[in-house]
């Protein structure tokens, strides 16, 4: 359902406090609804900026997000890395009117649809042993 050209997602209190739900797209990375503990909204790329990491797997803080493999700091609010580390994760225009969260459907079908999902964990091997195809997440240096 659609309000004045924003797309209802959910309700605030669907998300959890200092987590997130994911909206899939019928293309491209699926996007992070996050929820802190002020009950402020965000809306990221579920992809960190370092490794491709799915941050709403990650650890809500304040206005952040701990990436939950490198455990890098990504600012909700702009989506940018904190602190030493570089790098920001597309960010989504979210809003929230009388509890519903809401998002942008033009954003939603056309930001960054040329990044490449994360692939960690069980699921980041494709392929069979032995197998030219066969892809493993490596682990990581630094």
């Known amino acids: 359902m659609k309000t004045n050209e924003w797309t209802v ?14 909206v899939a797209r019928a293309q491209g990375v699926d996007v992070a609804v996050f929820r802190n503990a002020e009950d402020q909204v965000f809306a990221l790329l579920d992809r960190c ?21 490198h455990n ?22 979210c ?7 809401m998002l942008d459907p033009a954003e939603l079908a056309t930001l960054a649809l040329d990044l490449a999902a994360p692939r960690a964990g069980p699921c980041a091997s494709t392929g069979a042993l032995g197998d030219q195809t066969f892809d493993v997440q490596a682990p990581h240096t630094a």
């Open 9 to 22: 997602i959910c309700r605030v209190e669907d998300i959890p406090v200092l987590g997130s739900r994911r």
């Open 49 to 69: 900026p370092h490794k491709g990491g799915p941050l709403s797997q990650g650890i809500v803080f304040g206005t952040s997000v701990a990436c939950p493999l």
């Open 72 to 93: 890098w700091t990504i600012g909700l609010a702009d989506g940018c890395a904190q602190g030493a580390d570089e790098g920001c994760t597309p960010k989504f225009a």
């Open 95 to 101: 809003k929230v009117d009388d509890g519903q969260v």
